[in-house]
Each structure stands twice: as structure tokens, then as C-alpha cells.
């Protein structure tokens, strides 16, 4: 194994890898160049997966653009940069596909190719812009001989995600709404929109076993959609949070004063299952992976809720 260097340790992916060198924002702060630079250059790593940014729902996103949008800018323009003046081979970024063009997004199955054909959605166009940058620069790294390549995974969940009802994406936010109905049965469970808009979802933990096998076999594929071969409604979510938090059925608030975000935004996910195909690699079921996040928060919140980010 390559010696690896996770930037972004303490979020959703970094704290699911149990292999590299992790670093968080206690030990480097990426929207500082020189300190990122120095970070890089110490460690001098084969490989740089760059799980550091800005992230959040559609709240969040549509309340703190100018942030969203200069955060993500600095982080990943400083580690491409740094990473190639320090001459580091290997780099892995992360995109999303809540940035592609939301008119495509809706007409067709969304391709690597297809990322800055169009406008992104209007709830995180901010968002959208600064990751698109991300492959741009990576392609430029490219043109001079460095492998720096952009995962553009689905919707992530997984354990050590962001609870907070403020801030949170829909299962991590839907799951804490759960538990508190487990606790209070007159707890109303509000969702956003009206349940029908389609999504994509990976589990986190599955990220580390697709660049181990990426770093150990020298993989390269430039920009790979991370996605299934199925997509669930908002109601399917609920129906299987329901199934498995409250073992019974329960009212809901579905409020359609709040946005839907993107309709659908499916994905062709062909050089993924190819990938998959290859390596004999199997994503974790959404059910098997929600079980473990849901028993992960239940037991975290009752005997040391001060690890969850609330």
C-alpha cells in the first residue's frame, strides 16, 4: 500500500478510513496555502485523498452560499496546487452529483462527461461551481503528468455524518427525527417537500475499500460516478427508516413550503460497475447500510452524545 495522506479525517468519509495518515483541522488549515504546503511536504505521501470541504442540505446550502462557495474554492485549489509543487503523484478529490446541470438531470442518465454542460440546480449553484473548478484544475494537473483524478459519488450517508437538523443532508437529519419519535410519541416527523423527488445513496464506509483497490492496482479513470444500480424516492427513505427505527407506521408533516431540490438527478454509473466488475466489489445494501448508521447514532447518542456532531 501506498503511503496515503487523508485530508478531511474528522467528516463523513476521512473518519471512515482506518488506514493513511489522517489529518483534520486541528492538524492543518486547508484554506491556508502555506500551511497546507508545509503539511504536504512533511509527510511527502505516494497518494492524497482530499475528503475536506463544505457540506451540507439544501438549508444549509441556500443560507451560507458565499461560504459554501469560497471555503470549497480555497480548500481544493490549495491541495491541488500544493500537491503538485511538493511533486505528489497520486490525487483523489471529491465531487458530487448534486453539481451537474439540473435541466440534463432531468432529461437523461448523467455522465462523467456531462458536468459543465449546463446550469447546476438553483439550491446549491454556489456549491455546484466551486467542485466544478475542482475538475478543472485536476484536469490541468493532469495535462502536466500528475494522476489526480475526482470520485463524483450520490448522495453519502454513514455513521459519524452531520445530525443537526440545522446544517444536515436528508438521512442524517430524518434518522435523529426518527429517534425522537421513539422517545416522544406525540414527536411529529416533518420532511421537506413532498417525498417524491429521486435519489441516489452510497454508504461512506464503502469509499476507503474503493481506493485501496484504486491506489494498490494504479487504477486511473480521471472522474468515476460512485453510484448504485437503483434509486429510491424521499418516501421510500421513509418508509425504510420507519421500518427499521419505529417497527411500525407513524404520521408525517410533509412540508411543501420548503424546496424539493432536484427532481432526480440518475446517474450513468458504467464505468463504476465496470470497476465493480473487475474487482469483484460489492456496495453495502441501503438497508444493511442504514441499519448500521441508525444503530451507530442510537448508540452514540445515549452514552456519549458529545461525539455526534448536533
Known sequence: MKNVLILGANGLVGSSFDYGIKLGRKEVDLLDFNQTLDVIKYYKPDAIVNCAGQVGGVKANMDYKFDFFKNNMLINMNVIEASMKAEVPNLISFL???????????????????????????????????????????????????????????????????????????????????????????????????????????????????????????????????????NHSINDIVKILESIVLKGSHEYNYDTSKPNGQKKKNTNNIKFRNFCEKYNFELTPLKEGLTQTINYFINTFENNPKQLKL
Open 96 to 230: 458530487s452529483t448534486c453539481i451537474f446541470p439540473d435541466k440534463l438531470a432531468q432529461d437523461k442518465l448523467l455522465s462523467e462527461g456531462d458536468l459543465h454542460y449546463g446550469e447546476p440546480h438553483e439550491s446549491n449553484y454556489p456549491y455546484a461551481y466551486s467542485k466544478r473548478m475542482t475538475q478543472v484544475l485536476s484536469q490541468i494537473a493532469r495535462e502536466r503528468g500528475f494522476n489526480y483524478q475526482n470520485f463524483i459519488p450520490c448522495n453519502l450517508y454513514g455513521l459519524n455524518d452531520n445530525y443537526n437538523l440545522e446544517s444536515s443532508h436528508l438521512i442524517p437529519a430524518l434518522i435523529r427525527k426518527f429517534y425522537q419519535a421513539t422517545k416522544d410519541d406525540n414527536y411529529q416527523i416533518e420532511i421537506w417537500g413532498d417525498g417524491t423527488p429521486i435519489r441516489e445513496f452510497i454508504f461512506a464506509n464503502d469509499i476507503p475499500k474503493i481506493v485501496e483497490i484504486i491506489l494498490l492496482n494504479n487504477f486511473r479513470f480521471d472522474e468515476m460516478i460512485l453510484a448504485p444500480n437503483v
